[in-house]
């Protein structure tokens, strides 16, 4: 008989309700295929009662954070609108935990609430693709990467929905080898298991149906360069052709300008910051390559139909 593993799931209000059951149901399946009891787990909320998914579904928990039971690994988990969740009572339980020597990791949003507790500064993390923008602002000290997850740090760290299981059958190999592994994840009928380095969103070549080399690159400068933006013929130029034939690139895969396209990244960009971040619209411009607060609000009313000051607005 091999030694039970037990795994807490603190689970923060309007909590991922995938995510979460992508980290429970591997737990469960592998006891069922090896027929021994290799997991248990249990849930926490911060009231100590109930926790609230994203979708409405109300989950019973064991108890509360004022005495966080001893586990082999302590997960966070958490959904939406985590930052309204960041409690000071919350946060000093997770330092309490890390100082007693628990292996805390977060999975979908919960990376934010480690990086609010200060565990991840000069670490890989891994958060949901949304919130990737907003992250990297508040949090510049920390590696935040691509990844569908994280798992060779200190603090694990998956991006949430499917990569939770992705983490969860890892973490199975790791702790009973991959037969196993693949056992579960043959009854979860799932067959596109990704590894660590898997990027979380599907390619740009997949995304368009194309494989040009030359158009993926120039995605990518342009990605790299959101705060100063750089002109169609400095990435022609870069990438060794002209900058006509970048035009034709971009119109024949993605049927808009290089000068659009990058305006719609950066626009993009914008958005989401001022969505998921406390930064205020001169700060956005800068961060998104504007220099003229005034040319942004026109250009982002242009695009969205409201001014960036009617976005934040609508969100306080």
């Known amino acids: 008989m091999r030694d039970t593993q037990h795994f807490t799931f603190l689970l923060i209000e309007e909590f991922s309700h995938l995510a979460f059951s992508c980290a429970v149901e591997p737990l469960r399946i592998a006891n069922l295929v090896s027929g021994e009891t290799l997991y248990n787990w249990s849930f926490l909320s911060e009231n100590g009662e109930t926790a609230t998914c994203s979708n409405g579904t109300v989950t019973l928990v064991n108890g509360g954070i004022s005495s966080?039971?001893?586990?082999?690994?302590?997960?966070?988990?958490?959904?939406?609108?985590?930052?309204?969740?960041?409690?000071?009572?919350?946060?000093?339980a997770l330092r309490r935990e890390r100082a007693r020597g628990t292996s805390i990791g977060a999975l979908c949003s919960g990376a934010w609430?480690?990086?609010?507790?200060?565990?991840?500064?000069?670490?890989q993390a891994a958060i949901h693709w949304e919130y990737h923008d907003s992250f990297m602002e508040a949090f510049p000290e920390v590696n935040l990467v691509r990844s569908v997850f994280v798992a060779d740090g200190k603090h694990i760290t998956a991006s949430g929905g499917t990569a939770t299981a992705d983490l969860i059958l890892h973490l199975i190999e790791i702790d009973h080898g991959p037969d196993l592994s693949i056992a579960v994840a043959d009854q979860?009928?799932?067959?596109?298991?990704?590894?660590?380095?898997?990027e979380q969103r599907v390619s740009l070549q997949s995304r368009n149906g194309m494989r040009n080399a030359h158009l993926a690159k120039a995605i990518q400068i342009m990605q790299q360069r959101l705060e100063a933006p750089v002109s169609p013929s400095e990435i022609a130029n870069q990438l060794g052709i002209s900058t006509r034939q970048l035009e034709r690139l971009f119109g024949k895969y993605l049927n808009a300008s290089p000068k659009r396209y990058f305006m719609e990244m950066r626009l993009e960009r914008a958005r989401n910051l001022l969505l998921q971040s406390e930064a205020s619209v001169t700060e956005v411009a800068i961060a998104c390559g504007f220099e003229n607060p005034g040319h942004f609000s026109r250009v982002y009313r242009a695009n969205f139909g409201i001014t960036p000051q009617m976005q934040k607005n609508k969100i306080d």
């Open 188 to 198: 979860m009928v799932y067959n596109a298991v990704r590894n660590a380095t898997a």
């Open 68 to 92: 966080i039971p001893k586990c082999d690994r302590l997960f966070v988990l958490s959904g939406i609108n985590m930052r309204d969740y960041a409690s000071r009572p919350l946060l000093a």
């Open 113 to 123: 609430l480690l990086a609010e507790a200060g565990f991840l500064n000069g670490q």
